[in-house]
């Protein structure tokens, strides 16, 4: 884990925020390799969610949103979690995660649970009054459920068919913990499923495949992935189902997504609420029903951390020790790195010439300083699975050398079949 966090920092996937004032309250910033692999999770889960389907639609709701809202989805009175405080040393813990012992110091004097909410409360507006209150949404859900009906006016969709959404979404978390794992801040990437009620068990089954088998896909390995189904106890209060898909993190298995079957709590909750009818009318059969829902819910910031922690070993090339990064290319932050040899003035622009070709289709770098073996290693290290090198040879052949980062095998390519060549290699 130390080795994950170091190297987040080190080479510019995550900083803790506001470092130059010490930091801010375990919240993170996410830099240039960050913000690339961020972006690149987020979309592998939209082109599987959404691209690649007929039955789901996009959405991107505001995160500034109306209290009542949150009276309707019971997360103004449900969603907390149990404080104590240690009466020794004052360290505040979430009840439910520690032994009945303070964490920090030991003690068992701990004041009695209190039930604190998570979500954080602002003012829209130049008054701070009750009037004026607003949430930052706690989770990206609620905006595909006050959406239903505007959605399915306008999208020719009718159950079962999904509304999908990616985001950031804010909790208080009493303490945040592991690195990225647990913040105040972080990316949710929800959809939720509308079904017909009796075709939910189906669905839920299917999604929990479905979602098990994005994260194999995109290369973690199956003995560090389970499915574990919520006992009764767990359940939450809407729920008639869940399954998390769990990662085997440094410090045990946790949840990476939780899948669940949501029944038609919410569309009714925000009925009642709101006096709108959230329902779906079948013209064919003249049925009128209020769909069941089927929800997998996963966090993109954590899911990141977890395709690093899988991805990150450390092994041997030619007697020299390496850290390697095995992503898999679609997560990779750059595709491709391109390499002078050397700084020399003729083999530079024939670089340039060569990353102005590839730039169009892949996230690309160009190194230019240290040996060629350091910036190998270099790229190794942040998982670059092809390094592109223009030699003095170059000059003459029209020909550059491709490294593969897993193999280190380096065959010749001529640069006009280069463009062919690494897309045959992305798309595997
Ligand atoms: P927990 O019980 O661990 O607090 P949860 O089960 O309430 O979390 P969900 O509401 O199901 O979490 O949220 C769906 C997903 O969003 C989680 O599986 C996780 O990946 C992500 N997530 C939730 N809270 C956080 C957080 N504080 N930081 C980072 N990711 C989060």
Known sequence: ??????????????????????????????GPLGALMLRNVKEAWWLSMVQLRDDVVGL???ILSSPRIWEASGHLKN???????????HER????????KCPACGSEDLTEAKRFNLMF?????????EGAVAYLRP??????FVNFAAVLNTSRKKPPFGIAQMGKSFRNEITPQNFVFRTREFEQMEMEFFVPPEESPKWYEYWCNERFQWYVDLGIAKDRLRLRPHSAEELSHYSSGTSDVEFLFPWGWDELEGIANRTDYDLLAHTAVSG?????FDQATSVRYVPHVIEPAAGATRTMMAFLIDAYEEDEVAGERRVVLRLDPRLAPYKVAVLPLSKHVDL????????????????????????IGRRYRRQDEIGTPWCVTVDFETLSDRAVTVRDRDTTEQVRVGIDGLVAELAGRYRG
Do not use: W
Not at 5 to 30: H, M, Q, W
Not at 139 to 144: D, F, I, K, L
């Open 1 to 30: 884990m130390e080795k994950i966090v170091n190297l987040c920092k080190r080479r510019g996937f995550i900083f803790p925020s506001a470092e130059i004032y010490g930091g801010f309250r375990s919240t993170y910033d996410y």
């Open 60 to 62: 991107d709701a505001a």
């Open 79 to 89: 969603f907390t979690d149990p404080l104590v405080e240690c009466r020794k040393c």
């Open 93 to 100: 813990s979430r009840a439910d995660k520690i032994d009945g």
């Open 121 to 129: 409360k602002t003012h829209a507006g130049p008054v701070e009054d």
């Open 139 to 144: 989770e990206t859900a609620q905006g595909m």
């Open 276 to 280: 709108e009818p959230l329902e779906f």
């Open 348 to 371: 530079v622009p024939v670089a340039r010439e060569v990353l102005a070709k590839l730039q169009p289709l892949f996230m690309c770098e160009l190194d230019v300083t240290q040996s």
